[in-house]
């Protein structure tokens, strides 16, 4: 398969102009709610998909053909709970897990094989999911674009560890580490399940309050979930 970066059909090029790249595709599926369309020309500029007309057309002049009569074209994929920067346990340090670049480089490759375009890296090491994002927002590395949250905010009794995630003893210190991880640059925060409901309360507030998303792998009665400020669930105890 083969990931392209629109988002839009638009009407941009002049007619006599060569499209970038054409795509002679089986089945379309634009995620507009409209019935799929079959045996379309797909003409790509900058980037973008410029225009959509139906097969055969050989009139388009294109700098690159990609046959897909036998595939489907979608949008790009959004990925609600991924993890790009990636650990692994070995002989020397069987524990904690030390950060892999090889195995991290190899889940944002993953991630665009599979169609995801789009994906919200849930937890890790706050330095190597940053530069994992601007790594590839950079195109220094091939992935799709990153919206980061940077380590867990946990409990007092934490079940995971330094450097991927951090242990808070009150709803002021659950604020701080949100403002801490915003003030390094993150776009959200992951609440986990050693979180008591009160700091899960204070930490939501204050990562809305600085306009980050936030989700977590909490354990709560459901009527203090609904009312904690989580914008997601992760997982559910």
Do not use: N
């Not at 988002?7 to 941009?12: D, E, K, Y």
């Not at 054409?22 to 045996?39: F, K, M, N, S």
């Not at 409901?197 to 980050?212: K, N, T």
């Not at 709560?220 to 914008?231: F, H, I, K, Q, T």
């Amino acid at each position: 398969g083969r990931v392209l970066a629109g988002r839009a059909l638009v009407g941009c090029r002049r007619e006599e102009e060569a499209a970038d790249l054409c795509v002679e595709a089986g089945v379309v599926i634009d995620g507009t709610g409209e019935a799929p369309r079959t045996d379309r020309l797909l003409q790509v500029d900058g980037g973008r998909l410029s225009d959509a007309r139906p097969l055969p057309d050989r009139t388009v002049a294109c700098a690159e053909r990609l046959a897909a009569s036998a595939q489907w074209v979608i949008p790009g994929l959004f990925a609600l709970h991924a993890h790009v920067a990636l650990t692994r346990s070995t002989a020397e340090i069987p524990y904690p897990p030390q950060y892999d670049p090889a195995l991290s480089d190899w889940a944002l490759r993953a991630l665009l094989a599979w169609g995801v375009t789009t994906a919200r890296a849930l937890g890790g090491e706050l330095h190597p999911v940053l530069a994992q994002r601007e790594a590839v927002a950079a195109r220094r590395k091939p992935g799709p674009e990153l919206l980061v949250t940077g380590p867990f905010v946990e409990g007092p009794e934490p079940f995971w560890f330094l450097p991927i995630s951090r242990s808070v003893g009150s709803p002021a210190a659950a604020r701080q580490a949100v403002r801490d991880l915003a003030a390094a640059g993150v776009d959200g925060g992951k609440l986990y399940a050693s979180l008591p409901p009160e700091e899960v309360a204070a930490a939501a507030d204050e990562a809305r309050a600085r306009g980050l998303f936030v989700g977590g792998d909490v354990v709560m009665p459901w009527p203090d979930l609904v009312g904690s400020g989580l914008g997601a669930l992760e997982h559910a105890y």
